[in-house]
């Protein structure tokens, strides 16, 4: 359905006034609050379980702990299980292809569960191929509420229009289509076992750690892949914090099989957004004596047949019905959120006598 009206968006280049921090640099903490200004309360009976505790999820982990929620999730490898554990969470190495039954018995006894596990080409989302094992599992379980965590990829182009999550979808690639078809599987599986499941399609997902102040700080070579989406003039983003805040609000509001667009104000092009990130380093460290160079303008690659999935993307439902305020409504606000919580990455070594 095509849009009726234009969303309410931020003006592109208006100054923007940082907002209370969200979210530590080091500690991995959102501190966030629900959108009635009282925390979610806290109950022996709210337990989160995270099938793939990434940069989100360890996120998402760290806020519904400083909460007071129990929550476990699942890695890939021993070292993100310590690191996952000296944080305070029970972590648990899962193999979404091959999906230990005892793990599943451990699902089935929290009361929320989060996928953030993606599809693989060529297969789809493993966990819906075990369907069967995790349905029975979790068919006398409390499990009462599961997010699906997409990506607005699956929209594939609209040359520049603004879509929102009842546009038409026409997926332009392999795992556009089997995330589209994982957000279907999780919604009929919610359906069968009578649980409120919400599927949440994230922007590109940014925070610290994992920005383009931290892409500048270090000086490292795009893929080319992240060099070939810089040539849209349209890429919406999300700040790790505000994900939190839209999961918070729709755990308060859950409405099964609602999909939600969480995406910011400002679908800004990413050469817009690293040269403000480069002007951010530059003016916080102007002595550091190294130069730096904007990975976007040296290295960009505009495609032969011109720009590719442009889109805008609404995220009105997300503010009307979970009545999400972002943190961080367009990437000024998140960049300079994060920088103010870096230390100085550059050594300064001493002159030689």
Not at 217 to 238: A, G
Not at 303 to 325: A, D, F
Request: aromatic content about 8%.
């Amino acid at each position: 359905m095509a849009l009726a009206r234009s969303p309410a968006i931020s003006p592109r280049f208006a100054h923007t006034i940082s907002t209370p921090t969200a979210s530590s640099y080091l500690r991995l903490r959102c501190n966030l609050q629900d959108n009635s200004g009282s925390p979610i309360p806290n109950s022996q009976n709210l337990q989160m379980f995270i099938l793939g505790m990434g940069f989100v999820g360890q996120f998402f982990a760290a806020d519904l702990k400083n909460k007071g929620w129990v929550v476990s999730g699942t890695c890939t490898s021993i070292p993100k299980k310590t690191k996952l554990e000296q944080m305070g969470f029970d972590a648990y190495i899962f193999d979404a292809n091959d999906p230990d039954p005892e793990v599943l018995d451990v699902i089935q006894h929290h009361s929320h569960l989060v996928i953030s596990i993606p599809p693989v080409a060529g297969l789809g989302d493993p966990m819906l191929h075990h369907k069967g094992l995790l349905k029975s599992k979790l068919k006398q379980g409390n499990v009462r509420w599961l997010s699906y965590l997409s990506s607005t990829r699956v929209y594939g182009d609209s040359c520049g229009a603004w879509v929102d999550e009842d546009h038409p979808i026409i997926p332009t690639n392999e795992l556009a289509r089997a995330r589209l078809a994982a957000e279907e599987g999780w919604l009929r599986f919610g359906r069968d076992l009578d649980v409120a499941v919400q599927i949440f399609r994230l922007g590109g997902i940014y925070g610290p750690g994992r920005s383009a102040i931290d892409t500048i700080i270090k000086q490292e070579p795009l893929s080319t892949s992240q060099r070939m989406r810089s040539s849209r003039r349209y890429t919406s983003r999300i700040h790790v914090a505000d994900i939190c805040q839209a999961l918070n609000a729709s755990i308060e509001k859950p409405s099964g099989g609602k999909i939600y667009n969480i995406v910011d104000d400002d679908p800004a092009p990413r050469v817009e957004v690293f040269t403000f990130a480069q002007n951010l380093v530059k003016s916080k460290w102007p002595d550091h004596g190294q130069p730096l160079i904007n990975p976007l303008i040296t290295d960009s690659l505009i495609p032969e047949g011109g720009y590719s999935e442009e889109k805008r993307v609404s995220n009105s439902r997300m503010k009307e019905e979970l009545g999400v305020k972002l943190l961080h409504p367009t990437y000024r606000s998140g960049l300079q959120d994060i920088i103010r919580h870096v230390e100085s990455p550059f050594v300064h070594n001493p002159p030689s006598p």
